[in-house]
């Protein structure tokens, strides 16, 4: 993995925003092809994480599917449209997180920062999970 197989995942999404929808199987093909490099570009980062500590993995993958799932089934069961309303201050959010990032590497950042971007990117990224999950149940 490396430069050419992220460009190669690159041309495959541009190739696949260029095909027409009515070509499912080519659109499928080309979704295929960019997981492909999207993977291999990314297999040395995962076996560097691997090497440092092999809990690692496990733990991330393990959060992240009880927090994807936990997060999920609150869309799931909440009253129709509840969390749609929400999308203006996930962007909100989102923006915060952009600038104060943007601030801290033009005048130096503090730990402070860093740990506030941590969890409240985590809570906006929380946030997406319920508001697209109902955006496609609806």
Do not use: N
Not at 37 to 59: H, M
Not at 105 to 130: D, P, W
């Amino acid at each position: 993995g490396g430069l050419l197989t992220t460009f190669a995942c690159l041309g495959c999404m541009a190739w696949l925003l260029a095909t027409p929808p009515f070509q499912e199987k080519k659109r499928v093909g080309l979704l295929m092809a960019a997981a492909v490099f999207e993977g291999a570009s990314i297999g040395p980062l995962v076996k560097l994480a691997i090497d440092i500590d092999p809990s690692v993995l496990i733990s991330a993958f393990v959060g992240c599917a009880i927090a994807f799932g936990c997060f999920s089934m609150a869309a799931m069961v909440a009253r129709r449209r509840e969390f749609l309303y929400v999308g203006a201050l996930l962007s909100s959010g989102l923006s915060i997180l952009f600038w104060l990032h943007c601030a801290s590497f033009l005048f130096g950042g503090s730990a402070a920062i860093f740990k506030f971007e941590l969890y409240f990117g985590l809570l906006v990224f929380v946030g997406y999970i319920v508001f697209d999950t109902q955006e496609i149940i609806e």
